[in-house]
């Protein structure tokens, strides 16, 4: 398969890294091939502006969905969308891998999903034939400061993919995307080093296993 990693953790030596170095190790070694967009390190402007387009189709007023769509027609995207678009395209799967903050992504990767899914390439129709990323799948690698407990029915929060609902539907299957079953690590800061350990081993034995899924 050809993955794709969509990663963001501010932090080089964190759980996460070290998940995200397991799986390019993991997947690679399976014959895979593997693209990785480090959003911290890549420094990743999250914010949608008129800097996204070569050219505006309106340079007097700005609209994101008018002028993202006519840069999907016209391929003039700034480079950096363009490129990771590229990406996107290239993947049969696209790993989300991110530490759970508010309920949610963090913020410069909900804006790589403004920026990259963007009207015209994601979602939308040109002249009547709809854009979107049908035939990729996608999963959402997660990291949470809660416990798992705090996460189950009939935890203090509830189910973690109630929470998650528009990432994965909003986003992900909006764009005719399959969604996979998560992989969420609970507490890794605050769990024990065997743990970590454990759980490093069954994601591994994860990403063995996707091709089955």
């Not at 034939?129 to 935890?155: D, W």
């Amino acid at each position: 398969m050809k993955v794709f990693i969509v990663y963001a953790h501010p932090e080089q030596n964190s759980f996460n890294a070290a998940m995200k170095n397991l799986a390019v190790e993991t997947l690679t070694g399976a014959g895979h091939q593997v693209q990785i967009s480090d959003l911290y390190t890549m420094k990743f402007n999250p914010i949608a502006d008129y800097y996204d387009f070569m050219e505006r189709k309106n340079s007097e007023f700005l609209s994101l969905s008018a002028e993202q769509m006519n840069s999907s027609i016209h391929k003039r995207f700034a480079e950096e969308i363009q490129q990771e678009q590229d990406k996107v395209l290239w993947a049969d799967l696209i790993l989300f891998q991110f530490p759970v903050w508010w309920f949610s992504m963090p913020a410069i990767m909900k804006g790589w999903v403004d920026r990259v899914f963007a009207y015209g390439f994601a979602y939308g129709h040109i002249d009547g034939v709809p854009q979107n990323l049908s035939g990729r799948k996608a999963i959402c690698i997660m990291t949470t400061g809660a416990s798992e407990e705090s996460y189950s029915l009939k935890g203090q929060k509830g189910p973690i993919r109630d929470w998650i609902k528009h990432i994965e539907v909003g986003m992900l299957e909006y764009s005719h995307i399959k969604v996979l079953n998560p992989f969420v690590v609970y507490q890794p800061e605050y769990i024990s080093n065997e743990q970590r350990i454990s759980y490093l081993d069954r994601y591994k034995n994860y990403l063995l296993d996707l091709e089955a899924m």
